[in-house]
């Protein structure tokens, strides 16, 4: 189970990001989740979206530089200690988290949302699976 996350490659520099989500606003595309990491140089945006598809369809006709990236949406109890306990199960199944950032869901749905990548999808999905631990599908996160 996992969700296609779209990755845009960035100039740093005043306007660019504005730029990318002019494009995404113009085209009606509707970010479901965002991450943004930098160095002096670029950036990378990372994003879910509505319709991956077109998402990238848009993006490369504005000629924005991307990729899709497999990742992991999980639903983490909303109490102390809950990204902990997705972090232990990852952990004891030897699945390195490379990177992973937060998104939000549903009012009083008990859970919040993360986005993880890693470096065994498959590995991961089956570890929080046996755990119990809710996997999004992608058309779940067009209902959060």
Known sequence: M?????????ENKPGTLYALTGVLAQNKIDMRAFSLAETSDFGIARIIVD?????????????????????????????PGGLNKVL???????????????????????????????ADT??????LGRRGIQLLEPGELENL
């Open 2 to 10: 996992s969700v296609k996350q779209i990755s845009v490659f960035l």
């Open 51 to 79: 319709d991956v598809y077109r998402t990238t369809t848009v993006l490369k006709d504005a000629g924005f530089v991307h990729n899709i990236t497999s990742v992991l949406g999980v639903a983490i109890p909303d109490t």
């Open 88 to 118: 232990q199960v990852l952990t004891d199944s030897k699945v390195n988290v490379e990177y992973m950032y937060a998104f939000l869901g549903g009012r009083d749905s008990g859970h919040a949302y993360m986005i993880f990548r890693v």
């Open 122 to 127: 498959a590995a991961a999905s089956a570890a």
